[in-house]
């Protein structure tokens, strides 16, 4: 099994929220439009990591990455 | 390297796209234009990889097609790269990213609301003067502090930033005197001239803290005004013309209001407001085989990879249950559309009040004036509105 990890270019990320929609069992916007990875990990190959895979690709800004 | 002798600045190819970028994206991913001097990304996946890579396609040479307008715009966030452009950018999008701009939502929701109520009354009337000019200029003007005389320069101003872009054609040079009206105007405003409280003022207080380097507000508020109001007007007007020719397409938004923010994806990904935009290579860039050499003029082909049938299936229809929300017009990346959360807030207000007070707009013949970086209606006669 392998683990690929969610990383966020905090300083990068503007809070456009397109990454929320795309797996919102994975990350959310908190109270103050700050972004939160609620499950940091994801094992390769399963719908969440195709759910971390699509949140990736919509950020308008290219502030995550799954590695 | 596939050649072709098109003109993408010529009249008709502005006027009506998306042949001829069909065409092009048919010759290759990328194709040179010797006319225009530039080779041009025509395919998705090439597009959204040169978005991406801004080390090897550079906004910090210009993002125009012509020697003057890269110069004045040079030192700004659009036009640089990091390490830069971090900190402009920061300064730019400090007030205007979505999470500043929650506490306005309710607002903009209800100044679309009573433009598009009034409409339903009135019956007859130029939806782009009613609707797609009258919000995003209330809006920035608002927002950015504008006040006194500049609100009635807007329009122009931000019309003539935007088409003097393109190359040195008679468009471009017909518009830089007007350009250089707002340009000698953000050159010289003060904190002071803005409204306390605004996005413009706070600029003016990020550079007293040396949060951005001396000088670097008036750029900013250049861009705001430059960025904010042709291109939103442009997306707005395109909404209604878009919604008058698909009444079914408003109807499933009635039946469905979750479906606002893919109908506007949708309506960005069909009609852009930028259809091209420029970048420079800073080595030898090879794609799909061929090689772009250092220093070229490049135009990222905005909306010819939004109708590229290798990404989209049945691209040259326009579907509000598609979701594109990967389409390229906001651009991608380090400089991806800083207003974008605006942009929305203002779109998303105006889809759903249309798909709630208004079932058919029976409208006129839309009239278009070329644009050499903003493809917008420029009247839209409305004939009659059936409510819902």
Known sequence: ?67 | MPVSQVDLFADEVLLEPYATHGELRELGSVVHLPKNDIYALTRYDVIRAALGDWETFSSAHGVGFNPMVNEALAGTSLASDPPDHTALRAALTENLTPRALRGLKEQINARADALVADLVATGSFDAIDAIARALPLAIVADLVGFQGDVRDHMLAWGKAANQVVGPMNPRTAESFPIAGELYDWCAGVRKADLVPGTIGHGIFEAEERGAIPPGSAGPIIHQYLAAGVENTISAIGNIIALFAAHPDQLKLVRKDPSLVSSAFNEVLRFWPPINVWGRETTRDAEIDGVVIPAGARVAVLLGAGNRDPRHYENPDVFDVTRNPVDHLSFGYGVHGCAGQGLARLEAHAVIDSLARRVDRLVVGEETRVPHNITRSIDSLPILEVVPA
């Open chain 1, 1 to 67: 099994m392998r683990l690929l990890t969610i990383e966020l270019d905090r300083p990068r990320c503007e809070g456009h929220g397109l990454c929320e929609e795309a797996a919102p069992d994975l990350m959310h916007l908190d109270g103050n439009g700050e972004l939160v990875i609620d499950v940091p990990q994801v094992e390769a190959g399963t719908p969440e990591a195709r759910a971390a895979a699509a949140a990736v690709r919509v950020c308008p800004v290219a502030g995550l990455r799954l590695a």
